[in-house]
């Protein structure tokens, strides 16, 4: 039924005109694709540009920490000074967040060298340091000087104290721990890594003076139980401790300008000197010594560069006959007993240091503390003191 509608279609259309039906047909059909296809690409178009806002909406807060990071990093700190890491110290700055430490803290970093404050914040602000923070060469610690604390360091600014009457007074125990454990820990610290620690005291140790102006070798007028003592007498005992270590601890001493000359040698040169002397058969003197000649002053700072000490050479009076030189001529102990010194200076020195180091730890560990005896009451009698 159908092929004779078709059949007579056919009959009637030329095969030309077949042809161009037939491309008509074909092009609608391609048409229709592509409108599909230009279709679809615009639908994926769109999806992009969604997820594409939606990352920018994810990534522009990002952008802006970083924005803010690096601002931070190009923060402008105070100018510094360079210095060269032999001139550049190491120091630290108790209560360095208060007012005379904050200002002394800006001192110090501005002259280049590594500053390390400690504070408990008791009246000191971080406000006062915040410039620093993140400076390479500053460090904040948040610590009680009353506790001991372990760092390495060259120079110790100790001002970590309750400093005005309300805030001494607010708690006199507590005054009294920083100012005399805490100055304690300071000394501690000070003679464990060999550095030099400077006290800041207060004008109250000179207490109601009787003495107008005051001098420093005035001894004050203080009133050990009023309600100013936890402070005038916490910075006094602070004194006291600092000076009782700078006696005990051995500062460098040196009699007269040490240029009087001495010549030492390594006890190990004796030792083998004595025993040729002994199995010689020589027996007039004989100087056993070793002839390498320096000043006094070239052996202390030889020795304090070998300990790698920070102290002071302290100069004292110069002792009394003290000869200006010394200096063994060994020629007859070469000749007779075929003997002299072999051990160099610098290797007997540091021979001796080490000695020495470990004898004072020994002492250090086996100090004797006598126990106190307990008390005994004899029954039936009067116990006179
Ligand atoms: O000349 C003085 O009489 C005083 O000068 C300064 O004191 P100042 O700067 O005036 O006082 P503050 O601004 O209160 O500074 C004291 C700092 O020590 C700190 N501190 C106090 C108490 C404590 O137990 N530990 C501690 O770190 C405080 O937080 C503060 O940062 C010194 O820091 C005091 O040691 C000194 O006694």
Redesign the pocket.
Known sequence: MLSQPLLRLASTVSRRRMKLLLVIALLTYVASVWGNLVNMRSIQENGELRIESRIEEIIEPLREKIRDLEKSFTQKYPPVKFLSEKDRKRILV?????????HLTDKLMMDGHKVTV????????KR?VEHWIGHENFELINH???EPLYIEVDQIY???????PP?YMYNPI??LK?NTI?TLNMLGLAKRVGARLLL?????VYGDPEVHPQTEDYWGHVNPIGPRAC?DEG?RVAETMCYAYMKQEGPLTVYGSGSQTRAFQYVSDLVNGLVALMNSNVSSPVNLGNPEEHTILEFAQLIKNLVGSGSEIQFLSEAQDDPQKRKPDIKKAKLMLGWEPVVPLEEGLNKAIHYFRKELEYQANNQYIPKPKPTRIKKGRTRHN
């Open positions: 108790t209560g360095g967040a208060g007012f005379v430490g904050s400690v504070d408990n914040f008791f009246t000191g602000r006062n009680d000087v009353v100790h001002l970590a104290s309750p400093a005005s805030n507590k005054t920083t805490g800041a005291s207060t004008s109250e402070y910075k």
